[in-house]
């Protein structure tokens, strides 16, 4: 058994069908009529509230002023900090070499003479502004040991009357030294030397002496520099200008 369902549509004339379809043409034109007197109200509106009368305008003119008498610290920016890397910090060490006296020179490298050392500067930048290459004025510490074949060679080449204890391999000696490095690049400085040894009576003794320097430093990484110096020992307990070259690496930092 099936089910027949349909619908019957009204037959419709030639006159009904021009009256609906002119009630149509109507009712799309009344919306879009409805939908431009909204859209100018809506303008109409905004243009308003854009443009309040003079009693609102002096009103909110009289309260602008008010607020801008009033400091604002909450939206008022800060200023940052100003970074002047006022001080300039090296901590590092290297070997040198002690070449003998200016008179009596070892031209050849001979790994015997051949020593450690550990450095460290604290300087006062001069134009703190400048975040690279400025003139520094500090102090240079030196702290190391020198090889027992070396301290016997520079006490005899200084004519040092000195009994060193032949068991012990290692002498500390202690420098310190106050200077310019200028522009960061170029260093010359002089200060004051200590060596220590140990003689035949196992007891400690020391000879002193003065120091200058010259030297370069250069920057191989933002912040490691290769330093190379070259150092005069003389006076005091020295009676002859020792010579004695010098090469490392040390970390660098500017900062305050």
Known sequence: ?????GINYPIVDDHQFLTISVMKQLLTLLFALSFVSILHAQVKSDRTCRCPDKTTNYQHQTKTIVHQTQ???QQQPRKKKQKFDLLHLQVGGGVNHLNGTIGKFEREFNPDLLSYQANGFVGLRMQPRK???S????VWGTGGIHAHSALINLFELQNVDARVDPGTEFHEFREWEAGFLFREWFRLSGGKGVQRYTNTNLELEEVNYFIATTGFSFNILPSVKWNTSASFLFGEDFQEISFRPSTGLAFRFNFL
Not at 135 to 138: A, M, P, Q, S, T
Request: hydrophobic residues 40%.
């Open 131 to 133: 975040r690279k290459r």
């Open 135 to 138: 003139n520094v004025v500090g």
């Open 71 to 73: 400091p604002n610290y």
């Open 1 to 5: 058994m099936v089910l027949e369902v």
